[in-house]
């Protein structure tokens, strides 16, 4: 309430094994349930994605599966036309899931060098997100001994007043600003209040 806000951790991507058992289980559902669960894939490529392509793909996906479903789910011939075209689809659905999903989840966890690091400065890819303990605010002034005047101040003071850095980096001015605004709306809170 009464500080700089600190910032959100930065965030950090799920570990290569995380990944690829998460890989390796949505590709076994889709493949084990002969591609009626293939939309599940298609419902977490969407996720990862966050595009609106993403979406209408799955929505495909399932308007394919219903209409496969419905083609061939009514016969008794197990060798129509109709049967053999369902069973293709689910297949070809199925195929086209799982290789879109691992496309659209290997593009979402690969990170490109070039991104910047977040952290503090000179932050070490891999290494600690934050420093153990913030910088003194007076870190990057060396300490200089008082200076002694000739003649004392009226008040005694043997010592000049050394002036003191800002304690917030280039933001001193507005600081004071909002001080002052802070001030008068405080005199005027207790001028309203007497009346």
Known sequence: MHGPVTAPPPHRPPQQRTVVLLRVV???LAVLSLGFLAW???LRAA???RRPLGWWVLAADLALLVV???LGGGQEDENSWQTNTSVALVLLQMGAAVAYYL???VRAHRVSPGWPVYGPPGAVPGGPAYAPHPPHPYAGFPPQPPQQLSHPHPQGHLYEQQPQP???GGQPQRIDRVRAELDELSDYLRKEEGR
Do not use: E, G, N, R
Request: glycine residues 0%.
């Open 68 to 70: 496969s479903v419905i």
């Open 40 to 42: 599940l894939t298609l």
């Open 26 to 28: 949505f590709v076994a």
């Open 47 to 49: 996720i990862v994605q």
């Open 166 to 168: 800002a304690p917030y």
């Open 103 to 105: 496309v659209v989840d």
